[in-house]
């Protein structure tokens, strides 16, 4: 059964839809998709991807950007309704150190 679309989310402030959007330089339309976490906000996934379902099942996203809820407060989960504001959830854009494996990684090339 084809779930309906989710309501728009609502984006940070700024922010805007696919369509709106410059290309982002070096990325070729359907190309895969850009990840971008929003300070204090949700994930703001653009370009083409699949969303699924921890038992593999398709959810249709409706659009080819959206923003998935990193706050867990969301009644549209996985998709964000700006509940974060409500919440008062607070994250950086990026992290704040590196990840360990990202230190493996680039540490045994420089061994190689």
Request: charged letters at 30%; aromatic letters at 4%; a positive charge.
């Amino acid at each position: 059964m084809p779930r309906s679309l989710p309501p728009e989310p609502e984006l940070p402030e700024g922010t805007r839809f696919d369509a709106d959007l410059p290309d982002e330089p070096g990325a070729e339309r359907g190309s895969g998709a850009t990840i971008t976490p929003y300070r204090d906000g949700p994930l703001i996934v653009r370009g083409s991807f699949r969303l699924v379902d921890q038992d593999g099942q398709e959810i249709d996203p409706g659009r080819q950007t959206i923003a998935l809820c990193r706050c867990g407060k969301s009644g549209i989960k996985p998709f964000c309704d700006g509940s974060h504001k409500r919440a008062g959830f607070s994250a950086p854009s990026a992290p704040s150190r590196p990840r360990p494996a990202a230190q493996l990684r680039s540490g045994s090339r420089r061994d190689g």
